[in-house]
């Protein structure tokens, strides 16, 4: 099982650039030593903000750089960032309206308060990172790869010719006019615009690339990098150049060492920091309105808000403290977590994603995924399935019934849903509320979806020798006439290669006499003048073995999971797949037999020797097949072997040579532990199946979970 990355550093990280972000607004050090200040707000802090942006960047864009141009994970995070602004612009209206900032305003005040400058000081970055993901989506769909970062790096040199480099401009009077324009519309070029899209996309870049591999030798170029960037603030001060000093020239390549170092730190996950970090940034303004309201009313003024450090602290622990209570308010408020109590199926979502990435390299030109997650993503969870895919930029599924179709519109996924199967005339109706795409399964079916009377999305199957659903391919004046039945949208046609997945040389021609009598389907359409709709033909067998065959679509199915049908098959495929599922039960008893006792239904089981049979809280009814003959399970990294009969609800192992097993430990059926294995192909091949019907038998009361 690939073992999933560990983004612990990121949401230590993300807490200390909530902390620097603090510092800038507070100036820790002013009492003591303007330079060292300068240094740490000026120049230290500065790495905080574009660390945020690379941070949404790595989880938002990262499928865009991928060649997986989707819109929809890359909305979905800007309808968040617009809510979180919402809340703190109304958070921050009383306090900005009592410290005058919004009298006289015109309209263009209001845009440019609104879309670049923020309402409040530090609402900025709000309307700047949605601003930068349309900008970067943009960019990157438009621009090949070196146009893309020439692109974002104009628009960076154009920032910080409007901010740290503005002394430059002043000197060329034409230039000067042009920033001063555009500082009618945006006070500062640290905004959406110029400055997010640069930092954005080496989120995503250097997110794909993962941890530096060398974390030393990454150590130094920040060093480095951050002792160059902190000559350049000093004498660009100096200078005098700076109308603003968010932005240097070397500031990118610190953050290239920074965030790749991040990515390499071994901290554990901490999802809370996350939030934490959000709500310190969006309320230390108000913790500094309220100290210095505080140390006004006691008479602290002097300890509390003119001893810079002191302030600052206090500001940092007022703010920890709110974000803390509203975080803790939030979490409450959310479903429960994984419970893990009973027994459970772990996804690996790094080994669907790279799974994923793999299949796609092998499709043939103007071919896109259409993952199979019938069956539940055949056991896996479909919904929990379709949703990491999506993220990735997938926007076609297909399904075996209106019911899963239905599952996925009512879970957020979108895009095209392919009902593999039959639906009944009474259902129709559910086919235009949930937009879903049915198959004509054949020509009298199609004539009952015309009779609907209402317009329907539909895809075309063509049966070409596996006699299962589709009008035959010798058909062709049904075929056709399905093309012009009223109401029906033909959005496909498609066929099933039932031998694909076959080595012997019967199969393999069976293969090519199927794709010859489909492609004769589509040329006698060309002769008709019947626009050709998309067309796919390729499972995951198709795909790995007869990936010239071409179509638009590919239905890839079980390989998408990690698996094939069989070792054999496996052995034979190309690319590098990582199962993406883990089954893992409870220990819920361990009992002890002494010898002749029996135990389990019919007394099956009998102890030759004094035994310690451990209850699993996993059985048939769960899904595993009560045939399971010879099956063992992993407990504390060592194998157990199953005895017994199975029952529905639990199962019994003999953990007589394991004797630290107890009551709450956990056991692994299919996945690893220790450095032992146990992999779906090992209970296909005990119960005499296939690894699909192994896995889509999983039960819905396993809980699907996925890292």
């Given at each position: 099982?690939?073992?999933?990355?560990?983004?612990?550093?990121?949401?230590?990280?993300?807490?200390?650039?909530?902390?620097?972000?603090?510092?800038?607004?507070?100036?820790?050090?002013?009492?003591?030593?303007?330079?060292?200040?300068?240094?740490?707000?000026?120049?230290?802090?500065?790495?905080?903000?574009?660390?945020?942006?690379?941070?949404?960047?790595?989880?938002?864009?990262?499928?865009?750089?991928?060649?997986?141009?989707?819109?929809?994970?890359?909305?979905?995070?800007?309808?968040?960032?617009?809510?979180?602004?919402?809340?703190?612009?109304?958070?921050?209206?009383?306090?900005?309206?009592?410290?005058?900032?919004?009298?006289?305003?015109?309209?263009?005040?209001?845009?440019?308060?609104?879309?670049?400058?923020?309402?409040?000081?530090?609402?900025?970055?709000?309307?700047?990172?949605?601003?930068?993901?349309?900008?970067?989506?943009?960019?990157?769909?438009?621009?090949?790869?070196?146009?893309?970062?020439?692109?974002?790096?104009?628009?960076?040199?154009?920032?910080?010719?409007?901010?740290?480099?503005?002394?430059?401009?002043?000197?060329?009077?034409?230039?000067?006019?042009?920033?001063?324009?555009?500082?009618?519309?945006?006070?500062?070029?640290?905004?959406?615009?110029?400055?997010?899209?640069?930092?954005?996309?080496?989120?995503?870049?250097?997110?794909?690339?993962?941890?530096?591999?060398?974390?030393?030798?990454?150590?130094?170029?920040?060093?480095?990098?951050?002792?160059?960037?902190?000559?350049?603030?000093?004498?660009?001060?100096?200078?005098?150049?700076?109308?603003?000093?968010?932005?240097?020239?070397?500031?990118?390549?610190?953050?290239?060492?920074?965030?790749?170092?991040?990515?390499?730190?071994?901290?554990?996950?901490?999802?809370?920091?996350?939030?934490?970090?959000?709500?310190?940034?969006?309320?230390?303004?108000?913790?500094?309105?309220?100290?210095?309201?505080?140390?006004?009313?006691?008479?602290?003024?002097?300890?509390?808000?003119?001893?810079?450090?002191?302030?600052?602290?206090?500001?940092?622990?007022?703010?920890f403290l709110a974000a803390g209570a509203i975080a803790w308010v939030l979490a409450r408020r959310r479903p429960a977590g994984p419970r893990r109590d009973r027994a459970w199926i772990q996804l690996?979502?790094?080994?669907?994603?790279?799974?994923?990435?793999?299949?796609?390299?092998?499709?043939?030109?103007?071919?896109?995924?259409?993952?199979?997650?019938?069956?539940?993503?055949?056991?896996?969870?479909?919904?929990?399935?379709?949703?990491?895919?999506?993220?990735?930029?997938?926007?076609?599924?297909?399904?075996?019934?209106?019911?899963?179709?239905?599952?996925?519109?009512?879970?957020?996924?979108?895009?095209?849903?392919?009902?593999?199967?039959?639906?009944?005339?009474?259902?129709?109706?559910?086919?235009?509320?949930?937009?879903?795409?049915?198959?004509?399964?054949?020509?009298?079916?199609?004539?009952?979806?015309?009779?609907?009377?209402?317009?329907?999305?539909?895809?075309?199957?063509?049966?070409?020798?596996?006699?299962?659903?589709?009008?035959?391919?010798?058909?062709?004046?049904?075929?056709?006439?399905?093309?012009?039945?009223?109401?029906?949208?033909?959005?496909?046609?498609?066929?099933?290669?039932?031998?694909?997945?076959?080595?012997?040389?019967?199969?393999?021609?069976?293969?090519?006499?199927?794709?010859?009598?489909?492609?004769?389907?589509?040329?006698?359409?060309?002769?008709?003048?019947?626009?050709?709709?998309?067309?796919?033909?390729?499972a995951s067998h198709g795909l790995l073995n007869y990936p010239d065959l071409g179509g638009d679509y590919a239905r890839v199915g079980i390989a998408l999971y990690g698996l094939l049908s069989t070792?054999?098959?496996?052995?034979?495929?190309?690319?590098?797949?990582?199962?993406?599922?883990?089954?893992?039960?409870?220990?819920?008893?361990?009992?002890?037999?002494?010898?002749?006792?029996?135990?389990?239904?019919?007394?099956?089981?009998?102890?030759?020797?004094?035994?310690?049979?451990?209850?699993?809280?996993?059985?048939?009814?769960?899904?595993?097949?009560?045939?399971?003959?010879?099956?063992?399970?992993?407990?504390?990294?060592?194998?157990?072997?199953?005895?017994?009969?199975?029952?529905?609800?639990?199962?019994?192992?003999?953990?007589?040579?394991?004797?630290?097993?107890?009551?709450?430990?956990?056991?692994?059926?299919?996945?690893?532990?220790?450095e032992e294995v146990i992999t779906a192909y090992a209970l296909a091949r005990q119960s005499g199946s296939i690894t699909n019907e192994i896995l889509s038998r999983l039960g819905p009361r396993l809980?699907?979970?996925?890292?």
């Amino acid at each position: 099982m690939a073992k999933p990355r560990n983004y612990g550093g990121l949401d230590a990280f993300k807490v200390i650039a909530a902390l620097l972000v603090v510092a800038i607004h507070t100036s820790p050090l002013a009492s003591y030593s303007a330079a060292g200040d300068f240094f740490l707000t000026r120049c230290l802090a500065r790495v905080a903000v574009p660390f945020f942006f690379m941070v949404t960047g790595h989880f938002v864009l990262g499928p865009v750089l991928e060649g997986q141009r989707a819109f929809a994970p890359v909305g979905r995070q800007i309808k968040k960032i617009l809510l979180l602004y919402l809340i703190a612009v109304v958070l921050y209206l009383p306090i900005g309206w009592y410290a005058g900032h919004y009298q006289a305003l015109g309209p263009l005040d209001v845009v440019r308060l609104l879309v670049f400058d923020g309402t409040f000081y530090h609402l900025w970055y709000f309307p700047a990172c949605a601003l930068g993901l349309l900008v970067a989506y943009a960019l990157a769909r438009a621009l090949p790869g070196r146009g893309l970062w020439a692109a974002v790096g104009i628009l960076y040199l154009l920032a910080l010719l409007g901010d740290s480099y503005y002394g430059l401009t002043a000197q060329l009077p034409a230039l000067a006019a042009v920033y001063d324009g555009g500082f009618q519309l945006f006070s500062y070029t640290r905004n959406g615009l110029f400055m997010a899209p640069l930092f954005l996309l080496l989120g995503a870049r250097l997110g794909r690339r993962g941890p530096a591999p060398l974390p030393g030798l990454a150590g130094v170029g920040l060093a480095l990098s951050l002792a160059l960037m902190t000559g350049e603030g000093f004498l660009l001060r100096h200078l005098q150049f700076q109308r603003h000093d968010s932005m240097y020239l070397l500031l990118p390549l610190v953050m290239v060492f920074l965030y790749r170092l991040v990515l390499a730190w071994p901290a554990k996950a901490a999802p809370a920091c996350r939030d934490l970090s959000t709500w310190v940034y969006i309320l230390h303004p108000a913790m500094v309105v309220a100290l210095r309201g505080g140390a006004k009313v006691t008479g602290l003024t002097q300890v509390l808000v003119e001893n810079s450090l002191i302030h600052y602290l206090g500001v940092c622990a007022l703010s920890f403290l709110a974000a803390g209570a509203i975080a803790w308010v939030l979490a409450r408020r959310r479903p429960a977590g994984p419970r893990r109590d009973r027994a459970w199926i772990q996804l690996d979502r790094a080994a669907l994603v790279h799974n994923l990435h793999a299949l796609q390299a092998l499709l043939p030109p103007g071919c896109r995924m259409m993952p199979a997650v019938k069956a539940d993503a055949y056991g896996h969870g479909a919904l929990a399935v379709a949703r990491v895919l999506q993220a990735e930029g997938v926007s076609a599924f297909c399904v075996a019934c209106l019911a899963e179709g239905i599952q996925l519109r009512r879970g957020g996924i979108r895009g095209t849903i392919l009902i593999l199967g039959y639906t009944h005339p009474d259902q129709f109706p559910l086919l235009r509320r949930y937009r879903l795409t049915q198959t004509v399964v054949d020509y009298p079916y199609a004539r009952q979806l015309a009779a609907y009377g209402r317009p329907l999305a539909v895809h075309l199957a063509v049966d070409t020798g596996m006699h299962r659903l589709g009008e035959s391919c010798c058909h062709l004046e049904e075929i056709a006439a399905i093309f012009s039945l009223p109401h029906l949208r033909v959005e496909g046609i498609y066929t099933h290669l039932c031998t694909a997945d076959g080595p012997a040389p019967r199969d393999q021609a069976y293969v090519r006499r199927q794709a010859q009598a489909f492609q004769e389907v589509l040329e006698a359409l060309d002769r008709r003048g019947i626009p050709r709709p998309r067309v796919h033909l390729l499972a995951s067998h198709g795909l790995l073995n007869y990936p010239d065959l071409g179509g638009d679509y590919a239905r890839v199915g079980i390989a998408l999971y990690g698996l094939l049908s069989t070792e054999g098959d496996l052995n034979r495929a190309a690319p590098d797949l990582r199962p993406v599922l883990s089954l893992h039960a409870r220990v819920a008893a361990v009992r002890e037999l002494a010898p002749g006792q029996a135990a389990g239904y019919g007394l099956a089981f009998v102890a030759r020797r004094p035994t310690r049979v451990a209850v699993l809280t996993i059985g048939y009814g769960d899904g595993l097949p009560r045939t399971l003959a010879g099956g063992e399970v992993l407990l504390h990294g060592r194998r157990a072997p199953m005895v017994g009969r199975m029952c529905m609800d639990q199962l019994l192992v003999d953990v007589t040579d394991l004797p630290t097993v107890a009551p709450g430990d956990e056991a692994v059926l299919i996945g690893a532990s220790g450095e032992e294995v146990i992999t779906a192909y090992a209970l296909a091949r005990q119960s005499g199946s296939i690894t699909n019907e192994i896995l889509s038998r999983l039960g819905p009361r396993l809980e699907r979970i996925v890292r």
